[in-house]
């Protein structure tokens, strides 16, 4: 029978108490985890693939949904270091179910489970490599948020580990399925609008201030703080909340150049055809007009330089006062993509459609459609085929899609302070560089920011090796790694 609002609740945190004692319940009252029942054959060929959920606050949430609404998919467990966040998912997804999901606490029980094949990742940056790592070593293959990284090294490390035990490994950036974005890139990569060798990935997005405190941010309930730690310090830290805003903590995240942009930023290297690093990086910005308790950029250029291509990347985190449209057809421009070509451009507005125009103005072709879905979907095929070029986004491509943001925090952290107008010097005579400057500085003059109060950095230009994804600065390739907590050690091939 449906139960009341006020008994699911009771039922759901019992379901997670449980859990905190050692016990997690696969069903309401169930005092030890139950078996989840096989399907037949191996977990490749299963007419059903048992999935897991881990972190699911935010963007798990909707990892869920997704699960439930594939016929091929059998959702079976959650695990969230914060139980409040499994009762509000069951609020959400299984509410009056007789059987809701398993509950576990500790991602390494959830990983000792031999019944279940593959884990969705949505935690906070800094654990999705290691939990990633950790979930192929126990057999599982991974569905992870972007950034699959929290830093250069980690998505080398997940690639290796994905190839060494045959995993599928695929990074969440749902545009590389949907149907309408997929049409878009075949036009770019076909010559459509001539060679292509500038992108300019775009991240139009009012991210409001987080606030100054002086104490630390308090933690709900049952809330196991070491795990949220991880590989990270175990130091609760100085701020409002603790979810969500630790995107803007280099610590746990990789602010919104690592947080929106890695969808834009891979979207622009798929459609220059580049399949490794570039081989120069300069970042400019700063964390622009908020005094608060983040420590990343909130507004931040970053220009990446190939031998014959170029990629911009342009992230906003302030109000968009005067539209943007770069003289372009299409506009106004927000979150989204564009390519620059011999005969033409390509705009892409969101994540499942685009336009091309010749440089006349006249439209070329117009594509659109898809669904978050089809992501999840590609997954579960290449889980059955078991051949990683099956995933419309495998942990390689992830990964050096990744690792762009990490390239240009790197650059940035290794700023100096500057004024307005300072711009850098790679790529300085390119006309979309050029373009992309001054309106950036005209867009922070637009939100009047006291460069006095919140500095504006340049970053050090760095080159990158290529092949061995490393520079020729020593202090930039330990900004590469980081120092990870015992027990939480970043396991390496």
């Not at 059987?99 to 940056?125: C, E, F, G, M, W």
């Not at 600065?473 to 330990?478: H, Y």
Request: hydrophobic letters at 35%.
């Amino acid at each position: 029978m449906p139960l009341s609002r006020r008994s699911f609740v009771e039922s759901a945190f019992t379901l997670a108490a449980a859990s905190l004692a050692g016990m997690p319940p696969n069903v309401a009252g169930a005092a030890e985890p139950q078996a989840i029942p096989p399907t037949r054959g191996s977990a490749g060929s299963r007419e059903k693939i048992r999935v897991a959920t881990i972190g699911v606050n935010n963007q798990g949430a909707a990892h869920v949904g997704e699960w439930i609404a594939n016929p091929d998919v059998d959702f079976v467990a959650v695990c969230d270091v914060d139980p409040s966040a499994y009762v509000r998912l069951c609020e959400k997804h299984f509410k009056g179910a007789v059987h809701p999901p398993a509950y576990l606490q500790d991602v390494r029980r959830l990983l000792d489970r031999k019944d279940i094949d593959a884990v969705s990742i949505a935690t906070p940056n800094h654990w999705h490599a290691l939990m990633a790592i950790w979930a192929m070593q126990s057999g599982k293959d991974v569905y992870v948020e972007k950034p699959c990284s929290h830093n250069v090294e980690e998505g080398r490390v997940m690639t290796q580990w994905a190839r060494k035990l045959g995993r599928m490994c695929q990074m969440g950036v749902q545009s590389r399925s949907s149907t309408g974005m997929r049409q878009t890139l075949d036009f770019v990569k076909s010559g459509g609008i001539g060679d292509v060798k500038v992108a300019h990935a775009l991240c139009y997005k009012r991210r409001p201030s987080i606030g100054l405190v002086e104490t630390p941010a308090p933690l709900p309930a049952g809330l196991d703080f070491d795990l949220w730690a991880g590989p990270a310090p175990a130091v609760v830290p100085t701020r409002k909340k603790l979810h969500y805003d630790w995107h803007w903590n280099h610590l746990t995240g990789n602010g919104d150049l690592g947080n929106q942009n890695p969808h834009e930023l891979d979207k622009a290297r798929w459609g220059l055809g580049k399949q490794e690093l570039p081989k120069r990086v300069v970042s400019l910005g700063g964390r622009l007009g908020y005094v608060d308790n983040g420590d990343v950029a909130n507004s931040q250029i970053t220009i990446f330089q190939w031998d014959d291509a170029l990629l911009i990347s342009d992230v906003r985190g302030l109000e968009i006062k005067t539209p943007v449209t770069y003289g372009l057809k299409f506009g106004p421009l927000a979150v989204g993509n564009i390519w620059y070509g011999t005969k033409g451009y390509v705009v892409a507005p969101n994540y499942v459609s685009g336009v091309a125009f010749d440089y006349d103005g006249n439209e070329l072709g117009k594509w659109s459609g898809g669904t978050y879905q089809q992501h999840f979907a590609n997954f579960v095929k290449a889980v059955k085929s078991r051949n990683h070029e099956d995933l419309h986004l495998d942990i390689e491509d992830g990964h050096l899609s990744s690792a762009l943001a990490h390239l240009g925090n790197v650059s940035w952290t290794l700023g100096k302070e500057v004024p307005l107008r300072t711009r850098p010097t790679l790529a300085a005579s390119d006309k979309h560089v050029i373009d992309t400057l001054d309106s950036f500085e005209s867009h922070l003059q637009d939100n009047n920011v006291d460069f006095a109060v919140t500095k504006l950095a340049l970053g050090r230009e760095l080159t990158i090796d290529p092949k061995t994804e490393r520079s020729t600065d020593d202090e930039a390739n330990r900004l590469f790694t980081r120092d990870y907590r015992q027990g939480y050690e970043l396991p390496r091939v």
